[in-house]
């Protein structure tokens, strides 16, 4: 049940064996503190928090992106892939709040709360068709699929007392961008083209973008092997990115995603050299200077504030402050992104189409500190079962998960 339904009883007032309760209270609105309360009353949690779990909230900061602000102004993949469910305050380094703004949140100190399992949530009274429906449930509702069945390496441990926030740097960067990096290249390389199979379509997310004061675009997407498409005249023409071009000094360059198998297609977006104030006006004579070269979208909202960072001496090297990347985009790289990103289907799919086997991108067990208790490598490359499951997925890590929507889990 709701929490709301059970607040003010306990456990030993019911009849059943366990009684699980989904907690839904947000991080940066003292969460932890309701997420301790429930566990001293005795019931066992499934973690539902609207601020990484509900998919009735934007992708991205746009006003282009449908969805409800009011406990997180976006849920990218990204955002609910690095959800930590069994350790809450963990969240405050790898994300911020409402807002934009930086958390700080301290472990209480109280043993680890029973975490049974976790649950995305697609609320439907704003969406009216299918294909909405599949917009705001895909791919994220995969990334709390694989949270839920996998712990991962930089999930720590519960640890009371231990304080989190964006400058404590305690949560392995490098093991979290390398493990994401293998979740989207699977899904972009790989398991659209099942989804498709299935009759599932998915949001595909917008370029990320910047152009140098000589005019060179580079251009970067959330989703390896995904198609770039830019076009330097206001979308008559577009034209196949393949790696840093001459766009031309002062231009205003539309860019678009295509989905791997060429489908589905993002919303333009607009990158220019002189973007800054990113005001109402989207006329590029009016805007000043941008010393930072920062990548603005169509409605003039600046987008490197939301630009998720490159650990260093992660995949790609991202130090370079001039580059500027689109709000959600994981990778902002010199040379877009991914090596796998301008691949052809051809070339990243195994000849003839088979399912792939366990490769680099796989989950090994063998490679993580949890090995024996983490998920098994199933020939999908993806931490998921090999049978078709709309509701329940189990393991020793995560005891089940539930999702209101359509959950994709078949190899």
Partial sequence: AWEDGLRGTTKEQYGTQSVAVNFWETLFWGGINGLTEIAEDGFDIIMSNPDYLYFDFPYEVNTEERGYYWAARSNSVYKVFTFAPENLAQNAETST?????????QTPDVDMPVIRGMQGQTWSETIRTDDQYYEMAFPRVLAVAERAWHRASWELDWSPLLTYNATTSLVPKNELDNDYHGFVTKLGCHEIFKMKRLGISHRVAPPGASIDASGVLTANSEMPCTTIMYSVDKGSTWSKYSGPVEAGAGKAVYLQSVSSDGSLKSRVVVADEECNDCGEDESTEQSVPNPDNNFCGSNREDASRNCIPCASGSLFDCDNSSHGCIKGVVECSFSGGSDLQNSTVNDALPAGNETPSQGSFG?????????????????????????????????????????????????
Avoid: Y
């Fill in 97 to 105: 709040d409402r807002d934009g703004n930086e958390m700080s949140i």
């Fill in 363 to 411: 989950r090994d067990p063998s490679t993580t500190p949890n090995s024996e208790s983490t998920q098994k490598p199933f020939d999908n490359g993806f931490a998921t079962p090999p049978s078709c499951a709309n509701f329940l997925f189990g393991s020793s890590h995560m005891i089940f998960l539930l999702v209101f929507s359509q959950i994709f889990a078949c190899s």
